[in-house]
Structures are given as C-alpha cells and as structure tokens.
C-alpha cells in the first residue's frame, strides 16, 4: 500500500495543490528612472534659458552704436531694427535731454522711424539701454545716422530682443513640460503595476489530477 502522505491534500472529493507564492517585480529602477526624466529635463530647460540669454548678451555687444550729438554709418540688412538709448538708468529713468535723429538710406533717402508703443530694456555686457523708436530697412547697404542732442547719450541700433529671446525660452518650457509629464505618466503607471503585484491572489490552492494508484 502507497504511503498516505505523499498524497496531494484532498478535500471533498478533488485534490488540490499549493501554488508557490507570486514573485514581486521591483519598482524601484522605475521610480528613479521618473524622477532622473524630470531631473533632467528641468536641468535641460535651465541650459536652454542660460544659452539663450548669452546670445541675448552677444546681440547686445554687436549692436551698432553712434554717440550723441555725432553722426555714423550702420552696415545694415533687409529688415526691421530698434533704435535704443544708451545712458546711465536706462532701465528706470527718462533721458536726460531730448535727441534728435535723422537716418538715411544708401540712396540718401530719410528712413522714416516710428516711436514704440511698449517698454523694452535691457542691462547687459555694461551696456543700460530702453528701446525708443523702430524702422525698416528696405535694402542692405550702408545707411547714416546723425544725432543731435545732449552729450552722455549713445544710440544703438540693432534687432528686436524679445524676438531673439523668445525662442529658446518656448525650448526650454517645451522641454521642461514634456520631461515633467513623462516622469509623471511612467510614476503612475509604475505605482499601478506596485498595487496589483501586492494584491493577494484569490486562492492559494489550484485543481490537480489525483495520482494514479
């Protein structure tokens, strides 16, 4: 006769077998690989916003500058150029003494210059500047700019910063958005795997053929 306790556990009729326990998987690598995304992604964002605000600084160096009262050349492209004053408390304070500018184009004909409805300044490189009036450059060439006016003030004339500068920041939130919004998605997904993974099974047992005698 068989030995009795090798047999599986029977109960009422069927036999039955232990299932072996069901093994976690660990969430931890995910969980730090979501916040290393969001992390980066910031970090990302941040370079992104210094790069643009050092090129923002070189435009301002490369600015081309005439000194009041005097007068200059400009070497300028097809497009549209702001006309800033540079003096001390640019950024908070109204010039000094009126300036009076005339600027003609390679051919000798008067730029006609339009006054700017916003506030627009800048302290960079050394240089306190607010935007006053605006032109279009219709041709590339060479264009003179004369001033008059009291000493202490410079004119310096280049492209619109806040069109320069508007790209890199709209990078740089893309970027943060999108890398905030991954890290998040892949934590939610992680923690919804973590709490059915814990959940105990419905029975510890499972139907098995009765042995053969």
């Known amino acids: 006769m068989s030995d009795p306790a090798r047999y599986p556990i029977a109960h009422q009729g ?6 072996p326990p069901r093994p976690r998987q660990s969430s931890g690598g995910w969980i730090v690989a979501a916040v290393l995304v ?3 992604g910031i970090l990302g ?4 916003g210094a790069i643009g605000f050092f090129r923002m600084s070189d435009s301002v ?5 005439v000194t009041v009262p005097g007068s200059g050349d400009l070497n300028l492209a097809t497009g549209d150029y702001i006309v800033y004053f540079e003096y001390p408390g640019a950024a908070t304070i109204e010039p000094p003494e009126a300036v009076r500018a005339r600027l003609t184009d390679p051919t000798g004909q008067v730029v006609p210059t339009e006054a700017l409805s916003g506030e627009q300044s800048y302290q960079l490189s050394g240089h306190e ?3 006053e009036f605006t032109f279009h450059a ?4 060479v264009y003179t700019l004369e001033t008059d006016g009291g000493p202490g003030i410079t004119l310096a004339i280049g492209q619109d910063l806040g069109s320069a500068l508007a790209g890199p920041i709209l990078l740089a939130v893309a970027i943060a958005v999108t890398a905030i919004v991954l890290g998040i998605a892949i934590l939610i997904v992680t923690l ?12 510890g047992f499972r139907p098995a053929m009765p042995p053969s005698i």
């Open 14 to 19: 069927r036999t039955f077998q232990q299932l």
């Open 38 to 40: 969001i992390v980066g």
């Open 45 to 48: 964002a941040i370079g992104v």
């Open 61 to 65: 160096d490369r600015y081309q500058r």
């Open 129 to 131: 500047g607010t935007a």
């Open 138 to 141: 219709d041709r590339d060439g």
């Open 192 to 203: 919804i795997r973590r709490s059915r993974s814990q959940r105990p099974p419905a029975s």
